[in-house]
């Protein structure tokens, strides 16, 4: 009897352990659903563009995420944007944010009661598959398209009344594919090759508009695509021929505020900021003009960082320096720039990825090297932007406190809140994807003597 009283005291002891686990993971759930709404909205806002590339990145910097949990995040608070029902139960701790994960997936505004009903009937392992298969069908779907999609092939290139080129088409599936490898190739690799290969070669950086989109990003990679393909096309052309050649004053250039030009060789105008930029790391050609604007004399051309010390700054940077970056290839920047007195050390140099070296030449953020070497980075309103974040404040008793904050709200979770409603019949995937997917055949519903997954109607 003692024997049989401590083993059920045990198994009691367990199954206490076990409800715990539960109602703090439902809890979790529905925190997890305010932290989703915080990141949508702080997204939607643009909060994260205070110099990185993304909502992702700043996530990545901000609270530690690894960059690709810190991008699933992103992609499911946007998606629960839409998607209310599924939103509404991840914060009720009905549905684990691994079932809402999966669910988003796949789920529109027309299908996403159905979805919901099969998260709170079956186990996380039953989702996951029936959103493979759900995605099947929609290949299948997308493939009587092909034809179509074939037919209506086209791309146009054509300036508008700015000055801009307009890029406007439509790729098939391969080709696009084909098309976006070789942009992220173009974001990471392209560039730091094409400057390998030609250390004599100018500036690769172009002067398009920068910021964080994802649109403008695509943008520059699409310009270093189209400027090493020139290279490469046509090897026996001297390096000159692709060079973007920008004529700049060299009063302009020590002082934005003095008059003079600052124009690209075609005569479009760049701001003297942007000037600053590209003569940060570029070939410079001195020349000398009458007051007339004839030409009287030219320097011979040269480097503003030369080959030894720009490999130098790389193996000492290895990266981007900017706070949450890290890209690997980049732009050697003069902390004081040359035209204002500056040597062209290792000292009063650091390296910076395209879109940062933009950020502190023409968007306000501040770069400098303390006594001690290190470097300091400001936000436009001078506030100091650290290379690591203070930790947020985290109270004594963090469950406790989660849970009240949840009473608070009218929200009771117990062990039983997420709890599926699968009763262990046998998942068939094939007939589930019938019954619920819009586009699939309708089958004969089985026979009862087959089980199949409930769908629980609450």
Same mark, same amino acid.
């Given at each position: 009897?003692?024997?049989?009283?401590?083993?059920?005291?045990?198994?009691?002891?367990?199954?206490?352990?076990?409800?715990?686990?539960?109602?703090?993971?439902?809890?979790?759930?529905?925190?997890?659903?305010?932290?989703?709404?915080?990141?949508?909205?702080?997204?939607?806002?643009?909060?994260?563009?205070?110099?990185?590339?993304?909502?992702?990145?700043?996530?990545?910097?901000?609270?530690?995420?690894?960059?690709?949990?810190?991008?699933?995040?992103?992609?499911?608070?946007?998606?629960?944007?839409?998607?209310?029902?599924?939103?509404?139960?991840?914060?009720?701790?009905?549905?684990?944010?691994?079932?809402?994960?999966?669910?988003?997936?796949?789920?529109?505004?027309?299908?996403?009661?159905?979805?919901?009903?099969?998260?709170?009937?079956?186990?996380?392992?039953?989702?996951?598959?029936?959103?493979?298969?759900?995605? +099947?069908? #929609?290949?299948?779907?997308?493939?009587? /398209? &092909? @034809?179509? $999609?074939? =037919?209506?092939? %086209?791309?146009? !290139?054509?300036?508008?009344?700015?000055?801009?080129?307009?890029?406007?088409?439509?790729?098939?599936?391969?080709?696009?594919?084909?098309?976006?490898?070789?942009?992220?190739?173009?974001?990471?690799?392209?560039?730091?090759?094409?400057?390998?290969?030609?250390?004599?070669?100018?500036?690769?950086?172009?002067?398009?508009?920068?910021?964080?989109?994802?649109?403008?990003?695509?943008?520059?990679?699409?310009?270093?695509?189209?400027?090493?393909?020139?290279?490469?096309?046509?090897?026996?052309?001297?390096?000159?021929?692709?060079?973007?050649?920008?004529?700049?004053?060299?009063?302009?250039?020590?002082?934005?505020?003095?008059?003079?030009?600052?124009? +690209?060789? #075609?005569?479009?105008?760049?701001?003297? /900021? &942007? @000037?600053? $930029?590209? =003569?940060?790391? %570029?070939?410079? !050609?001195?020349?000398?003009?009458?007051?007339?604007?004839?030409?009287?004399?030219?320097?011979?051309?040269?480097?503003?960082?030369?080959?030894?010390?720009?490999?130098?700054?790389?193996?000492?940077?290895?990266?981007?320096?900017?706070?949450?970056?890290?890209?690997?290839?980049?732009?050697?920047?003069?902390?004081?720039?040359?035209?204002?007195?500056?040597?062209?050390?290792?000292?009063?140099?650091?390296?910076?990825?395209?879109?940062?070296?933009?950020?502190?030449?023409?968007?306000?953020?501040?770069?400098?090297?303390?006594?001690?070497?290190?470097?300091?980075?400001?936000?436009?309103?001078?506030?100091?932007?650290?290379?690591?974040?203070?930790?947020?404040?985290?109270?004594?008793?963090?469950?406790?406190?989660?849970?009240?904050?949840?009473?608070?709200?009218?929200?009771?979770?117990?062990?039983?809140?997420?709890?599926?409603?699968?009763?262990?019949?046998?998942?068939?995937?094939?007939?589930?994807?019938?019954?619920?997917?819009?586009?699939?055949?309708?089958?004969?519903?089985?026979?009862?003597?087959?089980?199949?997954?409930?769908?629980?109607?609450?």
């Amino acid at each position: 009897m003692q024997i049989h009283s401590l083993a059920a005291h045990h198994v009691s002891e367990l199954d206490r352990l076990g409800d715990e686990i539960a109602e703090l993971s439902a809890h979790l759930d529905a925190a997890t659903a305010r932290l989703l709404t915080l990141i949508r909205e702080f997204d939607a806002r643009g909060g994260w563009n205070t110099g990185f590339r993304s909502c992702a990145a700043w996530l990545s910097w901000r609270v530690g995420l690894d960059l690709g949990a810190a991008r699933e995040r992103v992609r499911v608070a946007r998606a629960l944007g839409s998607l209310p029902l599924l939103a509404q139960a991840l914060a009720g701790g009905q549905l684990s944010y691994a079932k809402v994960r999966a669910l988003t997936r796949v789920a529109t505004p027309e299908t996403e009661a159905r979805l919901l009903a099969v998260g709170r009937a079956g186990t996380a392992a039953h989702v996951e598959r029936i959103v493979r298969g759900w995605r +099947l069908v #929609d290949r299948r779907a997308e493939a009587r /398209e &092909t @034809a179509r $999609r074939h =037919a209506s092939r %086209a791309l146009h !290139v054509r300036p508008d009344e700015n000055g801009m080129v307009v890029v406007s088409g439509r790729l098939e599936p391969e080709v696009g594919a084909l098309l976006t490898q070789a942009l992220a190739a173009a974001r990471e690799t392209l560039y730091q090759r094409a400057r390998a290969r030609d250390e004599a070669a100018a500036n690769p950086g172009g002067v398009s508009a920068e910021t964080p989109s994802l649109a403008q990003q695509q943008a520059d990679a699409l310009a270093l695509l189209a400027e090493s393909a020139l290279h490469h096309l046509d090897p026996g052309a001297p390096g000159e021929r692709y060079q973007v050649v920008v004529h700049v004053d060299a009063q302009v250039l020590a002082d934005p505020d003095q008059p003079g030009q600052s124009l +690209l060789e #075609d005569g479009a105008r760049v701001s003297a /900021e &942007t @000037a600053q $930029r590209l =003569a940060c790391d %570029a070939s410079r !050609v001195v020349m000398r003009h009458d007051d007339n604007g004839r030409l009287l004399e030219i320097a011979a051309r040269t480097r503003t960082i030369p080959p030894a010390l720009r490999r130098a700054l790389h193996y000492r940077d290895r990266g981007c320096r900017f706070p949450g970056c890290g890209v690997r290839f980049g732009q050697g920047h003069h902390l004081r720039h040359w035209a204002h007195g500056g040597p062209t050390t290792l000292s009063n140099l650091a390296l910076l990825c395209r879109r940062h070296h933009r950020a502190v030449h023409e968007e306000g953020y501040q770069v400098a090297r303390g006594p001690d070497g290190v470097l300091g980075f400001r936000r436009p309103d001078g506030r100091p932007l650290p290379e690591v974040p203070l930790p947020a404040a985290v109270p004594e008793k963090p469950f406790e406190a989660l849970r009240m904050a949840h009473e608070s709200q009218g929200l009771r979770l117990t062990a039983r809140t997420a709890c599926a409603g699968w009763l262990g019949e046998r998942l068939d995937v094939e007939w589930a994807i019938d019954v619920l997917h819009p586009r699939a055949q309708r089958s004969t519903p089985p026979p009862s003597s087959e089980p199949r997954l409930p769908i629980r109607r609450q």
